[in-house]
């Protein structure tokens, strides 16, 4: 079983920028496909971005330009760099894993999935 954390959530301004982790614990491997997704209230779970064991990347149109996924391998962790962020960017961010390392956009994809860090961005 896998069990992922989030971490770097908070309130910031609009313009401004947050760096969001997620570690992964319990049995992990180098394979599984990582992706944030974002949850505002009332909406459904969003796609946000996603990186395979290969380190090929896929973004939503909404954050492309100004979020990047990364990973690092050794320390069972992805992050997500939040740049220019906008109020429509208020939401609760989920780091998800899937077994299968392909590049994947559904949330139906993924297997594992964190318990979110809250992201609040101010007009």
């Known amino acids: 079983q896998v069990q992922l954390g989030e971490s770097g959530g908070g309130f910031v301004q609009a313009g401004g920028s947050l760096r969001l982790s997620c570690t992964a614990s319990?049995?992990?491997?180098?394979?599984?496909?990582m992706g944030w997704f974002r949850q505002a209230p009332g909406n459904e779970r969003e796609f946000v971005a996603t990186i395979n064991w290969s380190l090929t990347t896929y973004y939503a149109d909404s954050v492309k330009g100004r979020f990047t996924i990364s990973r690092d391998s050794a320390k069972n962790t992805v992050y997500l760099q939040m740049n220019s962020l906008k109020p429509d960017d208020t939401a609760v961010y989920y780091c998800?894993?899937?077994?299968?390392?392909?590049?994947?956009?559904?949330?139906?994809?993924?297997?594992?999935w964190g318990q979110g860090t809250q992201v609040t961005v101010s007009s």
């Open positions: 998800a894993a899937a077994i299968h390392g392909g590049i994947y956009n559904r949330p139906n994809d993924y297997d594992y």
């Open positions: 319990g049995r992990t491997f180098r394979s599984y496909a």
